[in-house]
């Protein structure tokens, strides 16, 4: 099951959504690979710090952040990759690396990658390193309202 403030979140917004049960899998594409999803509809959630405060960058798995890019495309002074022990005590009851990309939830800044809005679906990590959750990137969209910005590279 989703953690339960992500379940809760959805429910109480009545968005269609599927959970989708893989086995154990710590890296994007072995995620993919178990639970028979696209790289291009498997969003990954990167930790990141804008100018110290923490925010989430949300893309393809099948891609990375392009830092400089997301500085430039922000105006902000600095951006760098969190480390796991700078974030992990900020997502109660998720798994280190398997938080959902729901910022808003975390009073966090969501920057999502424009190849995403291309799917209509999309599958992200729900919590824990065995389940995804899978719903229609529009709901998404208008459930964070991410800034989307062109941060990606291959």
Known sequence: MPTKKL?????KEEVEYVSIQHSQAF?????????HISGKQLAKTVMIKVDGKM???VLPSNEH???EQLAELTGVGSIALATE????????????????PFGNLYGMDVFVSPHLQKQEL???NAGSHTE???LAYRDF??????KVLDFAGL
């Open 27 to 35: 890296t994007m594409s072995k995620i993919a690979h178990s639970a």
């Open 55 to 57: 925010a989430m960058a």
């Open 7 to 11: 379940k809760d979140f959805l429910d």
């Open 85 to 100: 022990k700078e974030f992990k005590e900020l997502f109660p009851g998720c798994e280190a690396g398997a938080m959902p």
């Open 122 to 124: 999309i599958a992200f």
């Open 65 to 67: 952040v392009e830092l």
């Open 132 to 134: 995804l959750v899978q």
């Open 141 to 146: 969209e208008r459930l964070v309202q991410p």
